[in-house]
């Protein structure tokens, strides 16, 4: 049981990273437009992720099937 908690944990890693990899120069333009500052925007990408990152358990099914349905 703990080898298949441990496999999952690594997919939901590997998804993450790759939507962060995808997602983090848009995040970081979204974040200059806000406060006008590239080092600023780029602390809060790194926050957002990492506060992503923690809830992404929960985030992942949702952005998964919002993918597969198409736009709303």
Not at 14 to 30: G, K, M
């Given at each position: 049981?703990?080898?298949?908690?441990?496999?999952?944990?690594?997919?939901?890693?590997?998804?993450?990273?790759?939507?962060?990899?995808?997602?983090?120069?848009?995040?970081?333009?979204?974040?200059?437009?806000?406060?006008?500052?590239?080092?600023?925007?780029?602390?809060?990408?790194?926050?957002?992720?990492?506060?992503?990152?923690?809830?992404?358990?929960?985030?992942?099914?949702?952005?998964?099937s919002r993918r597969t349905r198409g736009p709303s």
């Open positions: 049981m703990a080898k298949g908690r441990r496999v999952g944990e690594a997919a939901r890693e590997r998804e993450f990273r790759e939507f962060a990899e995808a997602r983090q120069r848009q995040l970081r333009r979204s974040a200059y437009l806000l406060c006008g500052d590239w080092h600023e925007a780029q602390d809060l990408t790194q926050t957002t992720l990492m506060k992503l990152y923690a809830a992404w358990g929960r985030f992942a099914g949702t952005a998964t």
